[in-house]
């Protein structure tokens, strides 16, 4: 299917004419190729599926997002170059191509090899922080994961944003593989909260932890990686172990910038300017003064409390939500069973008799409108 497009041309951004070289892959928004035009120029073209975008109102939206993204020039970013329609082969957004992988393959071979050295996982960390900090400049990717970001010759380059904005607005799932994918998705996201660009370097936090520790950092607290409601748990409770007790050689500083990266609580998340001086800082490199130390041991402690305590109170919450989930689950469903097999439900009420029987008021029931301490009033006719 992929690949009878192979030979096809879509138009560029000046009308030249890019014709489709080879499929790269499937993805949850659409299908990617790599193309040439005439003068060999290599791009990447993404035909993004059209469930998405069926009417023109969304089209002309993917239109004005990928001319936002096409504003953000950074060397650590892929640049968006066009969004097109074509009548054959429907919207499609070309991007510089990248042309040796992705992050995500670097850590599956770092897997086989052994962890990186730190100052070389310091520099690709400081490379995604910057090309965070100019897409953040603009808008929020919304997707960051390693398969987001990719490797064109030594240089890392976060590609994949633009779209995710889109489709989030128009499906508000979790279950959906294109946004924020669960591994890496903040809690305020599970929440269905406001989005902000914290949302960015909480899923940069989890890439970095994973990137020093080859190890994602909630691994070990979800238990069938298939199940969403597992990777929610995870994501709104679970405290990820220290960095340090993996890999005692990291720095405190550098410890500590990932642990707060990854807080729960996104206003206790660092700001770009002050992650990218932390990696671009040597102190860790050098024997920490014990003074220091200590005080950021200390201070590494306190947080561990907080976070503690946000986590227990998160359970909390989500355990009544539970509960009321149940709850309204098993009222309807077992007022459907009494209505099949009884016709009609009333509801009585107690104490309100004016009739001198025993069994009070009758009212029409609404499913959705029982309450537990009406439930045990239920009566038939
Ligand atoms: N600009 C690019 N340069 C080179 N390869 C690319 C480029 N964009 C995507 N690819 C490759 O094309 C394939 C499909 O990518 P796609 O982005 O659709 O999938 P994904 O990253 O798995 O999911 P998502 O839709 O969440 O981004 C992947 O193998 C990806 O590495
Ligand atoms: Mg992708």
Not at 198 to 207: F, H, N, P, Q, T
Not at 328 to 333: A, D, H, I, L, R
Not at 334 to 354: A, D, F
Request: aromatic share 6%; charged share 30%.
């Amino acid at each position: 299917m992929a690949d009878s497009r192979i030979g096809m041309s879509i138009k560029g951004p000046d009308g030249q004419s890019y014709t489709l070289a080879s499929f790269l892959g499937r993805g949850g928004f659409g299908e990617v190729f790599r193309a040439e035009d005439e003068a060999n120029t290599t791009v990447a073209v993404k035909f993004v599926n059209s469930e998405f975008f069926q009417d023109d109102q969304i089209l002309f939206a993917l239109l004005n997002e990928a001319k936002a993204a096409s504003r953000v020039t950074h060397e650590n970013v892929l640049r968006v170059l066009h969004a097109g329609k074509s009548d054959d082969l429907g919207p499609y957004l070309i991007t510089e191509f990248a042309d040796s992988g992705t992050l995500a393959d670097l850590i599956s071979e770092q897997r086989k090899q052994g962890p990186m050295d730190i100052e070389r996982t310091k520099n690709l960390m400081l490379q995604v922080a910057l090309g965070c900090q100019a897409i953040n400049n603009i808008l929020i990717h919304r997707d960051l994961k390693p398969d987001n970001i990719f490797r064109h010759g030594s240089r890392l380059k976060i590609g994949d944003f633009g779209i995710a904005k889109l489709v989030d607005e128009s499906t508000r799932t979790h279950t959906f593989k294109g946004i924020q994918h669960v591994r890496y998705k903040c809690p305020e996201s599970w929440r269905f909260e406001m989005k902000t660009v914290k949302i960015d370097v909480y899923s940069a936090g989890l890439i970095f932890y994973e990137i020093l520790s080859l190890k994602h950092p909630l691994q070990d607290a979800v238990r069938d990686p298939s199940d969403w409601r597992d990777c929610e748990q995870a994501h709104l409770t679970n405290i990820p172990s220290s960095l340090r007790k993996i890999r005692p050689e990291i720095g405190l500083t550098l410890a500590q910038l990932i642990d707060r990266m990854i807080s729960k609580r996104p206003e206790d998340r660092p700001e770009w300017s002050e992650i990218i001086q932390r990696l671009n800082s040597t102190i860790d490199t050098v024997p920490p003064d014990p003074g220091i130390a200590a005080a950021l041991a200390a201070a590494i402690k306190r947080k561990e409390e907080r976070d503690k305590v946000a986590a227990k109170a998160e359970q909390r919450r989500l355990n009544l939500q539970m509960k009321d989930e149940l709850y309204k689950t098993s009222c309807q469903q077992l007022l459907r069973q009494l209505g099949r097999s009884c016709g009609r439900i009333q509801r009585t009420v107690p104490g309100r008799s004016n009739r001198g029987d025993s069994e009070g008021e009758r009212h029409d029931l609404s499913p959705c409108g029982t309450q537990p301490d009406q439930f045990v009033f239920l009566q038939f006719t």
